[in-house]
């Protein structure tokens, strides 16, 4: 485990230092995955970044097959595809999201990338072999949001029907695999331990309670249950690899989507928990980054783990010291659950325990609708 300094917080020397290690987060041009990019550009590392959000619709390869897909499916009507009604404003760019890792200490590397397409997930690995010879770490964060955006995630299962279910299975959870199948042979090229950098090679699945519990609707829980049992199975079949795989759960999110759901109204009247206990995108990065450094990380191997659990493990906070607490602690449920916005306002924060409930628990069923 990473070291401590006096104050119990982890060494910065230590818990920063990815200078050297080749990254790849999918679906980077806004939420977490933007979040975790610009994470290890702050640790130093070059950090490939994908999506279909892009001001110059172009994978900026030197391959002309590439830049050919990804002009055409550009602009077609394919539902894999950004714009206003899936996924977000085309003001949220991969190339944005480049020039913000290279801004924090890294260096980024947009590149065009639709995840239903096999071949230009191929070209992108291409891309790296070539360029580097090896892959260190792998975030599988891409998810489409289904045809209609927010309607389509809150829809009875026969109201939303198939399109919900392709969209989020396919970008979501197929698109994990393919591109895991591309990278592992790229990670046994070079194990970056004998860097001294991570601890050896890691595939980071971006996760939700939603694995565990009834959310949004069947075809979110069916794909999140998916990507746990993926990292779990994967593990199995890396051990011998020297590969880590891990399963991460961050918890709610104040992602540009959750902000524009709060502006709309749609928040409040589809989920209504209070955001004071959300966690920013860039959370989920310094959970990934405190896991991928630490050298005993293989006892995570094949599980799945608290965003907010794991920042009290590896002693980090968000960056004005604040940190949030787990869904499944009192300190969240609480408030969420049981309190209305008067006695929010009157109960310190911190004479509520941070109690939480067990995973057994957890699994009962949906939450419970906010007060």
Same mark, same amino acid.
């Given at each position: 485990m990473n070291a401590l300094n006096a104050d119990g917080d982890a060494d910065a020397d230590t818990y920063q230092s990815m200078q050297g290690c080749i990254c790849v987060v999918t679906g980077a041009s806004r939420g977490i995955g933007k979040g975790i990019a610009v994470e290890l550009g702050k640790a130093g590392a070059t950090v490939y970044i994908t999506g279909t959000s892009s001001s110059v619709f172009s994978n900026k390869s030197t391959n002309a097959?590439?830049?050919?897909?990804?002009?055409a499916n550009a602009n077609s009507n394919n539902m894999f595809l950004t714009n206003e009604q899936i996924g977000g404003p085309q003001t949220e760019t991969i190339e944005a999201t480049a020039e913000a890792i290279t801004r924090a200490g890294g260096v980024g590397v947009p590149v065009y990338c639709d995840h239903s397409q096999d071949e230009q997930v191929k070209q992108l690995f291409d891309r790296i072999e070539h360029e580097h010879g090896r892959l260190d770490l792998l975030v599988n964060n891409v998810f489409r949001v289904p045809p209609g955006g927010t309607s389509g995630l809150f829809g009875k299962f026969w109201e939303v029907g198939v399109q919900a279910w392709d969209a989020i299975h396919t970008v979501g959870l197929r698109s994990h695999y393919v591109a895991s199948c591309y990278a592992v042979p790229l990670m046994k090229k070079n194990n970056p331990k004998r860097k001294g950098?991570?601890?050896?090679?890691? =595939?980071?699945m971006i996760s939700s309670f939603g694995g565990i519990t009834y959310t949004f609707n069947v075809a979110y829980g069916v794909g999140k249950a998916a990507v746990d049992r993926l990292a779990k199975d994967m593990a199995v079949e890396l051990k011998d690899e020297d590969i880590q795989v891990t399963s991460f759960y961050p918890?709610?999110?104040?992602? &540009?989507?959750?902000?524009r759901a709060v502006d709309s109204g749609d928040w409040s009247k589809e989920v209504g928990i209070p955001l004071e206990n959300a966690e920013s995108p860039g959370y989920t990065g310094k959970a990934i980054i405190a896991v991928a450094k630490d050298d005993d990380n293989m006892t995570k191997t094949g599980t799945f783990q608290v965003v907010a659990e794991l920042a009290s493990e590896y002693k980090f906070t968000e960056d004005n010291g604040f940190r949030p607490p787990s869904i499944r602690s009192l300190k969240f449920l609480l408030p *969420?659950? *049981?309190?209305? &916005?008067?006695?929010? $306002? $009157?109960?310190?924060?911190?004479? =509520?325990?941070?109690w939480k409930l067990p995973f057994f628990i957890m699994k009962n069923g949906e939450p419970p609708k906010p007060t």
């Open positions: 097959n590439a830049n050919a897909n990804a002009n950098s991570m601890a050896r090679p890691m =595939i980071a918890g709610v999110v104040l992602t &540009e989507r959750t902000q *969420a659950y *049981a309190f209305d &916005e008067e006695t929010r $306002k $009157k109960v310190d924060p911190n004479l =509520i325990p941070d």
